[in-house]
């Protein structure tokens, strides 16, 4: 049987572009990741990692012309979008450079015995090791910085781990290019080109996350998709870590205050939030509670008329634009739902922005409107209408976990007075990330950053985004009473590597 090719198409006209690559085997698989397996001793020495790290920056915004041009053709983003992401996606490769020549990751801690402790403490060393071989499961939405060049591969690479992509469907050219990108940054250190491995197609995928030498897997998609690879992971002989970003709601509270003292600036903020990207951010705001007051009407119009402003926009594929014309209908037809700016096809390829409006009472219980608490993929969110505290503690009650949650307070709750420090309480549980004042879109690659949150927001406690996604994988080794000439070097008394450790119970650099 011949294998199925893989077709580049173009989201604004649904027309095959070129067939880019054939779906791999399970044999090809084999191959692939037994490559990358063979290429991990090559990352054993970290200047060796922050310099590929460092290279991959500079090849990727070397062919910046013709990566963000296939990437256009592919995804429909834009060129500007697209240059911010690229130039994103550099950063992060740099930032994990610097985060591995600093070496703080391996969490270094030597203790000398101590015969006085209870009970006595012999020699123990410990710092964090590489897992091994990690299947990075690229997003659709951001075809840069969490596909084959993001956040997953940059901090495996990072780690010291190689890896292999499963490339998405929505933009394969571009996966080719950039994996030939990396492998040309990984060649100006020696480092074997399986080091960067990739596969295409659905059954790869599965065969991905059950290769007995793939030690972890990192995942940006559906919870529906992510979930089964979840339960692959986790049913394999040997379960493995599965880092996977599923969905999220990412909640919206405005109270009363808030929406009394700037509901029309409240209003046109959410309108870009919520469309920005024609809603395929993964952090968009799809479920806001604002008042049942006069304030909260003039949020709603303020939101009416800037959503009522926006264009018509083309989704990544017609897929997902059938999805998301068939999710706003069915939301639409719940009884008391009503869509002051009606969301949905807005051409043979594109989709209008628009958004639904629901009192907070209808999701206060399980019911058939349980489906607004739903991520619903695109630009639409649904506006809760509350009457008091109660309704909108009711509602909170009842959301699944989140990447993000957001409070609008007024400058007194800003400052102390009332519900604010209440609210953020009440918000923390749902969300990795909880903002105030503030909108969700938009995740910065900084070192306090998190990107992750309860189920189904991600399948684990860690994130994604920021310098600690190193951590996901890396597994503590504790070596006791080892000669000083056996131990890594990491670990030896004179610290000839020069790294931050915690030494007898001192923090040390």
Request: charged content about 20%; proline content about 7%; hydrophobic content about 45%.
């Amino acid at each position: 049987m011949a294998a199925a090719p893989v077709w580049s198409v173009d989201p604004r006209t649904g027309k095959q572009r070129e067939q880019v690559a054939v779906e791999a085997t399970a044999q090809e698989v084999d191959a692939t990741v037994r490559a990358a397996h063979q290429a991990r001793g090559a990352l054993a020495d970290r200047t060796v990692r922050s310099a590929l790290l460092r290279s991959a920056a500079d090849e990727l915004e070397a062919a910046k012309g013709t990566l963000i041009e296939v990437a256009d053709a592919e995804t429909a983003l834009g060129p500007v979008r697209l240059t911010g992401e690229l130039a994103r996606t550099c950063y992060q490769l740099r930032a994990f450079a610097d985060i591995v020549d600093e070496g703080a990751f391996l969490d270094v801690v030597i203790d000398h015995p101590d015969d006085t402790a209870t009970p006595p403490v012999p020699d123990l060393r410990r710092h964090k090791v590489p897992l091994g071989v990690v299947a990075v499961y690229s997003a659709s939405n951001f075809p840069f910085a969490f596909s084959v060049p993001g956040g997953d591969t940059a901090s495996a690479l990072a780690a010291g781990c190689p890896v292999v992509v499963k490339a998405h469907p929505d933009h394969p050219g571009l996966s080719e290019l950039v994996a030939k990108v990396l492998r040309r940054a990984a060649a100006r250190h020696g480092v074997p080109e399986g080091v960067l491995g990739l596969v295409h197609g659905f059954e790869a995928g599965v065969e991905l996350v059950r290769h007995p030498l793939v030690a972890a897997a990192g995942f940006t998609g559906s919870v529906r998709g992510g979930r089964a690879l979840f339960d692959a992971a986790a049913a394999r002989p040997v379960p493995i870590p599965f880092h996977g970003e599923l969905g999220s709601l990412n909640p919206v509270l405005v109270t009363e205050a808030a929406a009394a003292e700037r509901a029309e600036a409240i209003g046109a903020g959410l309108a870009g939030s919520m469309t920005l990207g024609v809603g395929q951010f993964c952090v968009k705001p799809g479920l806001v509670l604002a008042p049942a007051s006069a304030a909260g009407d003039r949020l709603v119009k303020s939101l009416t008329d800037a959503v009522s402003d926006t264009d018509a926009g083309v989704l990544l594929d017609h897929r997902m634009r059938d999805h998301f014309v068939a999710g706003v209908a069915e939301r639409t037809r719940l009884p008391d739902v009503e869509s002051p700016v009606t969301p949905g096809a807005g051409g043979e390829h594109t989709v209008s922005a628009g958004f639904l409006t629901v009192p907070a009472s209808r999701l206060a219980a399980e019911g058939e409107h349980d489906l607004l608490l739903e991520e619903c993929f695109g630009p639409v969110t649904v506006v809760v209408r509350y009457e008091d505290d109660a309704e909108v503690r009711a509602v909170l009650s009842r959301l699944p976990g989140n990447l993000t949650a957001t409070v609008h307070l007024s400058e007194e709750e800003g400052a102390g007075q009332g519900r604010g420090a209440e609210i953020l309480g009440e918000l923390t549980p749902l969300a990795g990330r909880v903002l105030v004042n503030a909108w969700p879109t938009g995740v910065a690659v900084a070192p306090a950053q998190h990107h992750g949150g309860p189920y189904p927001a991600t399948t684990s406690t860690s994130t994604s985004v920021g310098g600690t996604a190193i951590e996901r994988w890396l597994r503590p080794v504790a070596y006791q009473n080892s000669p000083q000439a056996l131990l890594p070097q990491e670990l030896r008394d004179d610290n000839p590597l020069g790294l931050p450790r915690r030494f007898n119970g001192r923090l040390e650099r």
